[in-house]
């Protein structure tokens, strides 16, 4: 199960984002990745299971950089979603996280209940 941490607040030294994503490295030993945006920082540690490819790292970021996303869990149904309702998407991996995404981005949040 991969590993996620987030931070929202003034960056400060006592704040090292190597030495926390370390302490969660044992659930996502694949890939660690973070990404620190004004006040924001989302960390995560990977654990490969739907797609081992680089293209489905997190913190997964939209095509045109306005959107990111942390996710930690398996939606069972995303290749429905992404046939249902994603067919004008070109997708960059064959991730979940991806699906969830890009459903957000193009129908809010009520895209989760689906």
Do not use: W
Request: proline content about 2%.
């Amino acid at each position: 199960m991969c590993g996620i941490l987030g931070y929202y607040g003034d960056y400060n030294e006592r704040f090292s984002k190597n030495c926390n994503l370390d302490l969660i490295s044992h659930r996502g030993p694949d890939n660690q990745q973070f990404s620190i945006e004004k006040k924001s920082f989302f960390g995560h540690t990977r654990l490969s299971i739907l797609d081992l490819s680089s293209n489905a790292n997190q913190p997964m970021f939209s095509i045109d950089k306005r959107y990111v996303i942390i996710f930690n869990g398996e939606i069972y149904n995303h290749k429905q979603l992404r046939s249902k309702f994603l067919k004008d998407i070109n997708f960059l991996s064959t991730s979940d996280t991806e699906t969830i995404l890009y459903g957000i981005i193009k129908y809010g949040k009520k895209f989760i209940l689906k």
